[in-house]
């Protein structure tokens, strides 16, 4: 008895980890919503992602995973966003008016993009797709978009 529930918390363990590693195409970005939270993500094919999450009452939460590093929101390494060409600065740090004026401008410039980078605090270097933005992100300005500032 004690083999089997071992085996059924393993197998229950595992699918919890596949499933909270499996948000997002490779390649493409994604949207869904769950527990109040829409959610955005852009997944490179080496499993790299950049997350948006975002609610009708607390500001958007941005954050990019490499590997075993994540930056942005709630992380001490932060990051900028290169979009065709142009560098957003710190894009989820909206409690000044510049700030959400970034935020909104990344969002409009990331639903429109050909190219999407970004530079880490520690000086790497992510592509990230953007193929299917202009479908996952709703259009700033819309009732379909959630996403709040602090400021």
Known sequence: MKTFASVCFAMAATAAATSTLAFGEPDSWSSGWGQ??????????????????????????????????????????????????TEVQYPYETDSRVGSNNFYFAWDALRKAHSIAAVTSDNDYIELPSKGSASALPAWGTPEFPCQTAF
């Open 36 to 85: 109040g939270v829409s959610e955005y993500a852009a997944v490179n094919a080496y499993g790299d992602e950049l997350y948006i999450a975002c609610s009708d009452y607390d500001p958007v939460r941005m954050t990019l995973t490499s590997g075993d590093r994540s930056y942005g929101s709630g992380y001490e390494g932060d990051f900028s966003l290169i979009i065709d060409g």
